[in-house]
């Protein structure tokens, strides 16, 4: 998730600026009102961070979980909104001094490093919970990366999708076909730069990870990732020295627009609404940042194949996840099996710009009339993963990795150019064993 314009805010544009320390906002901040940021007793506590559009969202989130009226013993909820800005310090330090919630909404990696830290308590009696209400409905593939050794570390309930979008106007405006593949891509991209227009946007200043999604998602797409099958860290490989040539033959085309390497997600969204953009990867609630009258201007496109046929994109499995410092274990269970039921008002409302991932949503009036979150749901995500796309589950290091400095440093040097694409990775493949290795510490 990223900041696209001022009615969208999502996690993923924070990520860049987390490790920034500021314990001082954390916990007290995140208090509202109560005297430790964890459960008090008789009362569940749920961190929720702030998801979809900001307020509006915060607002519609406080007010279902108000509307929780627990039966058979279970204790009630109390609900908190937590912000973006150092949200790692803040669940961490509550880690260390057991003052986590019951429940939380938060980073797409971060209960599979608690898990193995020991503060997440496994999901698995809720995942049986949920297959005894038939409430188990969940897209093909999305539980399953929740999935550990220790069983399942969080379940998910909504999703942050990568998919190309294009402004049909600007390509006729070229006289460019939608690309397919890779070398159509350069071709309409190529046709994009003669009449002024960026054909991949990009924001790779230091408050964002837009850029490094699409640069994930490019190596996903072309059968490459940072990680092997087993989990480690591989990223000089020839699928992504592929991925890597790629978008140097873009950058010196003048497909990238060179200052993206200090755009901001407002930079970048205002080049989009603008016309200056005409293609790039971006979440599949991109439209919702035009005005209404150019929302169908931008189409979303059907998965496009990487050089050796491959189709793919990076996603994040927004998770819920439990503490072990609940006052009741099976309350917190029976809690969040309530708010799955419940969180279909998040896109009926219009407050969720992330993708649902449960198969009733998606089914939904609001999602079946959107051509865009259509082609999103039906060709997008069966071919999505995560940061770890050559495994077949998710571990702590991906926690690890996700939006730091190395991943930022890596995609600006890639827009700067001067570099092998090889030299890149390499450098790369050492920063990342320095963080991974610093944090077992």
Not at 79 to 87: E, H, L
Not at 246 to 263: M, N, T, V
Not at 352 to 380: A, C, F, G, R
């Amino acid at each position: 998730m990223q900041l696209n314009g001022p009615a969208r805010v999502s996690r993923r544009g924070f990520l860049a600026v987390s490790g920034a320390a500021a314990v001082t906002f954390g916990l007290a901040a995140c208090a509202s009102g109560a005297s430790s940021p964890g459960s008090t007793s008789g009362t569940l506590k749920f961190w929720d961070m702030v998801w979809g559009t900001g307020t509006t969202y915060t607002a519609k989130a406080k007010r279902i979980v108000n509307g929780y009226a627990p039966s058979g013993g279970h204790l009630g909820v109390r609900y908190q909104s937590v912000p973006w800005a150092n949200w790692n310090q803040v669940f961490t330090s509550a880690a260390a001094s057991k003052t986590t919630p019951a429940v939380a909404s938060g980073a797409a990696f971060l209960p599979f490093y608690f898990l193995e830290q020991g503060s997440v308590v496994a999901a698995d009696d809720l995942v049986k919970l949920l297959d005894r209400n038939g409430t188990n409905d969940f897209l093909p593939g999305v539980l399953d990366q929740m999935k550990t050794s220790k069983g399942y570390a969080a379940v998910p309930w909504s999703m942050d999708l990568r998919v190309l979008w294009v402004r049909r106007s600007l390509l006729e405006k070229a006289g460019a076909e939608a690309p397919t593949d890779w070398d159509s891509f350069i071709r309409a991209g190529e046709a994009l730069r003669k009449v002024g227009v960026i054909g991949l946007g990009l924001a790779a200043g230091t408050t964002t990870t837009d850029a490094q999604h699409t640069v994930s998602a490019l190596m996903i797409n072309n059968g490459g990732g940072m990680f092997d099958a087993d989990g480690n860290l591989d990223c000089v490989t020839e699928r992504n020295i592929q991925t890597l040539d790629f978008l140097g033959e873009c950058r010196a085309k003048g497909i990238i627009d060179p200052h993206a390497i200090s755009y901001t997600n407002t930079n970048l969204a205002n080049d989009w609404t603008s016309g200056h953009v005409g293609m790039g990867f971006n979440q599949t609630g991109l439209d919702k940042t035009f005005r209404p009258d150019q929302q169908a201007d931008l189409e979303v496109v059907s998965p496009i194949k990487g050089p050796h046929g491959d189709t793919g994109t990076v996603y994040y499995i927004n998770p819920l996840m439990m503490f072990s410092t609940t006052p009741s274990q099976q309350s917190s269970e029976a809690f969040l099996a309530w708010y799955l039921d419940q969180i279909h008002q998040y896109w009926t409302s219009g407050v969720e710009t992330d993708l649902p991932v449960k198969k009733s949503i998606t089914k939904l009036p609001v999602i079946q009339n959107n051509k865009n979150l259509v082609k999103s749901v039906d060709e997008w995500q069966p071919v999505g993963k995560t940061i770890g796309a050559r495994t077949d589950h998710a571990f702590a290091a991906l926690n690890t990795v996700d939006g730091g400095s190395a991943s930022a440093t890596f995609v600006q040097q890639i827009i700067q150019g001067g570099q092998s694409s090889k030299r890149l990775l390499e450098t790369l493949q050492t920063s990342l064993e320095s963080v991974i290795k610093k944090k077992k510490k």
